[in-house]
């Protein structure tokens, strides 16, 4: 896809928010937390930076923004694995990001994707409302579909900015892990075994 076809792809998937809600809840919520919404620093926060930003960060509910998963003739049934993917997401709780790594692998049948494209698949996912446990589970199975796959095993690691910047204040990660199919148990050691590696080298 060119730059300038991926800049017509976001400005369509921005399109499908109501800019004007968007525009006049956040006006509010600057309002009810004592602030000036028509202040020089907030005027553009409430009219176009907040509205946008959320227009981004919530495209993996809109199909539109789906990146196409491209794939090719498959030479290995051998499980294919990718680690160290970066994940952001929004906790639908809080509307405060959580973020991280997810580690995955499938075991392809006829085709194969581009390596790229389990990144785009797993940015577009982690945008939208979400919790981790069900992301970490749309991911498996999305990819399951997407790719025909025979297996796919997906773990996320993240931390929750609503446990670091208030509750308990404290950072921590959280692990949640999915599986579809029935990956044998040398599968199973081989990706764990390359989870460990890679969270070795960061």
Same mark, same amino acid.
């Given at each position: 896809m060119t730059s300038t076809h991926s800049q017509l792809a976001t400005e369509d998937a921005e399109s499908d928010i109501d800019h004007e809600?968007?525009? /006049?809840?956040?006006?509010l919520l600057l309002e009810a937390v004592g602030e000036d919404p028509d202040s020089d620093a907030l005027a553009e926060t409430w009219q176009r930076r907040v509205p946008n930003a959320f227009a981004t960060l919530t495209e993996g509910q809109r199909e539109i923004a789906k990146p196409t998963m491209r794939t090719f003739d498959a030479e290995t049934t051998d499980l294919i694995v990718k680690t160290g993917v970066p994940v952001y997401s929004?906790?639908?709780h809080h509307l405060l990001p959580f973020f991280g790594t997810v580690h995955l692998a499938? /075991?392809?049948t006829d085709e194969v994707v581009g390596l790229s494209k389990l990144t785009r698949y797993? /940015?577009?996912q982690s945008r939208?409302?979400?919790m981790q446990e069900r992301l970490t589970n749309n991911i498996a199975s999305g990819l399951q579909e997407e790719l025909d796959a025979d297996?796919?095993?997906v773990e996320m690691n993240a931390t929750h900015l609503c446990e670091a910047m208030r509750g308990i204040e404290t950072k921590s990660t959280t692990t949640t892990r999915a599986t579809v199919g029935e990956p044998s148990e040398a599968e199973r050691e081989r990706?764990?075994?390359a989870v460990i590696r890679s969270e070795d080298r960061e």
């Open positions: 809600k968007a525009q /006049r809840g956040i006006r929004l906790c639908e499938y /075991r392809p797993v /940015r577009w939208q409302l979400t297996t796919v095993l990706f764990q075994a």
